[in-house]
């Protein structure tokens, strides 16, 4: 398990909605790229889960909090965000 702790400079949502990628570290020119899938194949509970992370990220995006993201070793995808 990897972690990042650092604010977010920058959220993207591409064009299908289908990704987020979120820019976390210290300034906009030293960030790390990770990711938040949107896929609507799952149950609902998941996909309800997945939109409480974007939204506690951009409201960390907007009031410039320091998060936490945890996601598994040698892959970018975010599956715990915790705020400080």
Known sequence: MAS?????????????A???CVFIGPTPAN????FV???DTGPAHTSAFLTSMLD????????Q????VQYP???G???SVELR
């Open 18 to 20: 289908e990704n987020a």
């Open 4 to 16: 990042t702790t650092g604010l977010v400079q920058r959220i993207y949502i591409d064009a299908n």
């Open 56 to 63: 506690a990220l951009g409201q960390a995006l907007v009031s």
């Open 77 to 79: 995808e975010i599956y």
């Open 73 to 75: 070793e040698n892959d």
């Open 31 to 34: 960030v790390e790229l990770l």
């Open 37 to 39: 899938p949107r896929r």
């Open 65 to 68: 909090h320091e998060v936490i």
